[in-house]
């Protein structure tokens, strides 16, 4: 069954601060893996998409790693600022037929705190 | 270029009754997904569509339906309504399903079933 597992479910810090969010998959057959933002009553906003050969991706104070071998992705987030308070979700895309199969991850509640 | 537009933005029905969402994706967009959003299960994939054809479906009961049109516009429909469907439900579009294709979320209908 394809799976999709962050952590930590939620996390607090003081703005200013960096963070690392987690992502593990077990999806087959990959094809991409995504990273996006949710503010609360919004629907997702994309931050990065990354392909199998692909190990980091950067967009502005994010930036996201992935590890094909070990299934394992992060985002990490430099300078924290008060609007970075949102959820944060990993996606794993897999080509299934001739569209697009998503696995959602739970997201990780993320609050910035001056 | 406008985003995609979901109507309406909010929504309470009674158990029993069915309810029609509909999803306008951004200009030249052929394909629409449609996700369901709760609490406790996160997002879920329904259902995709492009070119007016059902692509992929996740795993929800025939309750949930949806189509196409020539315009590339989607509606979902949901029969015999359950308190369980309360959720946010979210279209996104892209320019077509292959991977890499980044999919541009809506702001979402909120659903509430008394």
């Known amino acids: 069954k394809n799976q999709v597992e962050q952590s930590p479910q939620s996390l607090i810090i003081l703005e200013g601060k960096n963070c690392t969010l987690q992502?593990?998959?077990?999806?087959?057959?990959?094809?991409?893996l995504r990273w996006y933002k949710q503010d609360t009553g919004r629907g997702p906003v994309s931050l990065t998409i990354?392909?199998?050969?692909?190990n980091t991706k950067s967009n502005g104070r994010y930036t996201a790693t992935l590890d094909a071998d070990t299934k394992q992705s992060s985002l990490h987030i430099t300078a924290s600022q008060l609007s970075d308070s949102a959820s944060y979700i990993c996606?794993?895309?897999?080509?299934?037929?001739?569209?697009?199969?998503?696995?959602f991850g739970g997201g990780t509640r993320l609050m910035v705190k001056p | 270029k406008a985003g995609v537009t979901q109507t309406p933005r909010y929504l309470i029905k009674t158990r029993g009754q069915q309810v029609t969402l509909s999803c306008s994706p951004i200009?030249?967009?052929?394909?629409v997904s449609w996700y369901q959003q709760t609490p406790g299960q996160g997002l879920q994939f329904l259902f995709e569509?492009?070119?007016?054809?059902?692509?992929n479906k996740g795993n929800f009961p025939g309750r949930f339906s949806g189509r196409q049109f020539s315009n590339s516009r989607s509606e979902m429909n949901v029969s015999t309504l359950e308190l369980g469907d309360s959720a946010l439900y979210l279209c996104?579009?892209?320019?077509?399903?292959?991977?890499?294709?980044?999919?541009?979320f809506g702001p979402g209908t909120r659903l509430t079933v008394l």
């Open positions: 996104a579009s892209s320019l077509a399903s292959e991977s890499y294709n980044e999919q541009f």
């Open positions: 992502c593990n998959y077990t999806v087959s057959p990959f094809s991409n």
């Open positions: 990354m392909t199998f050969s692909e």
């Open positions: 996606v794993v895309s897999s080509l299934v037929g001739a569209g697009n199969m998503l696995t």
């Open positions: 200009s030249g967009h052929r394909s």
């Open positions: 569509y492009f070119s007016e054809t059902q692509r």
